[in-house]
């Protein structure tokens, strides 16, 4: 069986030359909706290791006044879905860079607002960042293994369906497949696309034509977009979750997978992209591979709210994350 360590969080620049202490806290499990323990108290050079136990949680960056709502530029685990029979997990460690406090919060439904959050350094406050939480509105959707999203391309239409809709499975990775298959659809409006999960452990997540290899929600403000968030997949498995977008309009929709260098490796989709065109989904393949999976700009290939985000925390000077990729690729 493959590790379910997945993802780590380091602190950019010099790091002691001396680890510091590592809190181990435990997200969900038997313990129910709650961070075990809830806070830490932590010192420069620290490690915070999220423990990812059942059901389906994320550790997501948030702040004392808006304790339920993503910090701009905050680190996110995304969904780990982790099987109720499930003896091995995945983690995400998180290297403290200061003394300041750093907010957390489950985006799952309505966890946060069940009393689900988590500090480092809180001081006096969590009683209070707790209470906060407790008289919010949880701005997340339920994500489970079968998740169904709304998404339209760049434009919006409300012109009506006129014909019957149909489900599209597409196969996402597989043994030794860094592919969506087909890997560019044709679809109405109304349809269903079913991304079904393969091994090893990937994602999909929306972008645009011109930045394949970044989430939507960057690379175009005013869109949302999608992001099923990972889904790791042993080799073993025999059933497979599925993540469902439902088609709003017939304008071409782009997408990717965030593991990794895996955009970089041609690992993109598309639906109703147009063959023979300047946008079709070959040129976005192209593109992808062309900037290897880092937008045009120079910054780091997106990886959507799937995984702790690569950029500079603006919530709170004191942290600097990036990703790093230690095991499914």
Not at 67 to 83: Q, Y
Not at 295 to 324: E, K
Request: neutral net charge.
């Amino acid at each position: 069986m493959f590790s379910l360590k997945a993802l780590t969080i380091l602190a950019l620049g010099a790091l002691p030359a001396v680890r510091g202490a590592s809190f181990d806290v435990i997200v969900g499990g038997p313990n129910g909706l709650k961070y075990t323990p809830e806070s830490v108290t932590a010192q420069p050079g620290d490690i915070v290791r999220f423990i990812f136990q059942t059901k389906n949680h994320t550790a997501t960056q948030s702040t004392f006044d808006a304790p339920c709502v993503k910090a701009p530029n905050g680190f996110d685990s995304g969904f780990i879905p982790v099987a109720d029979t499930q003896t091995e997990f995945q983690v995400a460690e998180f290297n403290v860079a200061t003394t300041d406090p750093v907010w957390v919060y489950c985006k799952q439904g309505t966890h946060c607002a069940a009393g689900m959050v988590f500090a480092v350094n809180p001081g006096a406050k969590m009683a209070e960042f707790k209470a906060k939480a407790a008289g919010a509105t949880a701005t997340a959707t339920s994500t489970s293994a079968s998740t169904t999203a709304t998404t339209t391309g760049t434009g919006t239409t409300t012109a009506p369906s006129t014909t019957a809709t149909k489900d599209i499975k597409v196969i996402v990775g597989g043994p030794g497949a860094l592919t969506f298959n087909p890997s560019n659809v044709q679809a109405n409006i109304g349809d269903n696309i079913v991304f079904e999960f393969h091994q090893k452990n990937h994602a999909v997540v929306a972008s645009s034509f011109d930045a394949p290899c970044v989430p939507l929600s960057q690379s175009v403000p005013a869109s949302l977009g999608f992001d099923s968030g990972f889904f790791p997949v042993a080799d073993t498995a025999t059933t497979f979750p599925t993540y469902t977008v439902r088609v709003n309009d017939t304008k071409p929709v782009w997408a990717y997978c965030p593991q990794g260098n895996h955009c970089g490796q041609g690992m993109v989709f598309s639906v109703n992209a147009v063959e023979g065109s300047a946008k079709s989904f070959q040129a976005f393949q192209d593109l992808a591979k062309q900037i290897n999976g880092t937008a045009a700009s120079g910054t780091a290939g997106g990886y959507g709210n799937g995984g702790f985000q690569p950029t500079i925390n603006g919530a709170s000077a004191a942290i600097a994350a990036i990703l790093a990729i230690v095991a499914l690729l």
